[in-house]
């Protein structure tokens, strides 16, 4: 499984980034897909996951600012961030499968 994100970018306080990953394979419906983040100087943290009937999980305090979902006729999986804030910066990684599967990650810069 091949996982491509894209989507990241440099974003003004507030603002609002979507984030794609999209997956190779033919199985992408079953599986749960995430979104992790790494913030410069701190441990990667999960900001989301999907899981292939369509429950949610989310990281601390990010729920209701972030919104994990996903097309499987597409093979993406789509993070929409709003209110984006400088605590906010950081690698985005998508993954499959619990983290069996990685993409190579998106940075995403919340700055004025």
């Known amino acids: 499984v091949q996982l491509q994100a894209s989507g990241g970018g440099l974003v003004q306080p507030g603002g609002s980034l979507r984030l794609s990953c999209t997956a190779s394979?033919?199985?992408?419906?079953?599986?749960?897909m995430g979104w992790h983040r790494r913030a410069p100087g701190k441990q990667r943290e999960l900001v989301a996951r999907?899981?292939?009937?369509?429950?949610?999980i989310y990281g601390n305090s990010l729920k209701g600012r972030f919104t994990i979902s996903r097309d499987n006729a597409k093979n993406t999986v789509y993070l929409q961030m709003n209110s984006l804030q400088p605590e906010d910066t950081a690698v985005y990684y998508c993954?499959?499968?619990?983290?069996?599967?990685w993409g190579q990650g998106t940075l995403v810069t919340v700055s004025s």
């Open positions: 999907i899981l292939s009937g369509g429950s949610l």
């Open positions: 394979g033919s199985s992408f419906s079953l599986a749960t």
């Open positions: 993954s499959a499968e619990y983290g069996l599967y």
